[in-house]
């Protein structure tokens, strides 16, 4: 309700936050599914960076906000657009191992072989099986560790 009523007097919702960026990549790192809605609904930028999880897709991905990322998705978020540190919205959803929004956004043409993360890429993290049957470079190099399966090897994942 306050934020509707913020909105109904003039406050922007692209206005540039301090560590959790615009409002939407705040709701959406959040899971608030109706606030990130109101926003949309009112002009929120759906590919706005800022902050230090990127654009909102980025920061509801990273923290397995299937419902968001959805909804986010259906309202034109580019599903490679590159993050902060932490990569693009596939690496995201890697690094925090929820398998059912990196799943939905390769099913929405997410890059399998997409670089950013300080691992790299996608395929080091917990949803490796899920990226390499869509595709991915086994090989790929990037990150501090120089590929998945040293950076594997160094962390004990065998």
């Keep these: 309700k306050v934020a509707r009523m913020l909105i109904g007097h003039g406050g922007d919702v692209n206005a540039e936050g301090d560590i959790f960026g615009p409002a939407l990549c705040a709701a959406s790192l959040s899971g608030h599914l109706e606030t990130a809605h109101l926003l949309i609904g009112n002009g929120a ?29 259906g309202h034109g978020a580019d599903v490679n657009v590159e993050g902060s540190r932490y990569g693009p919205a596939l690496c995201m959803a890697s690094e925090g191992g929820d398998l059912e929004v990196a799943r939905l956004l390769i099913e929405h043409d997410a890059d399998v072989n997409a670089k950013g993360s300080e691992y790299g890429s996608a395929l080091y993290l917990r949803a490796a099986r899920l990226l390499i049957e869509n595709g991915a470079d086994v090989n790929a190099k990037g990150g501090k560790y120089g590929s998945a399966l040293k950076a594997a090897s160094k962390n004990g994942n065998h």
């Design 45 to 73: 930028d759906i590919n706005a960076k800022g902050g230090i999880y990127g654009p909102a897709l980025c920061a509801a991905s990273g923290r397995g906000h299937l419902e968001v990322t959805h909804l986010l998705i």
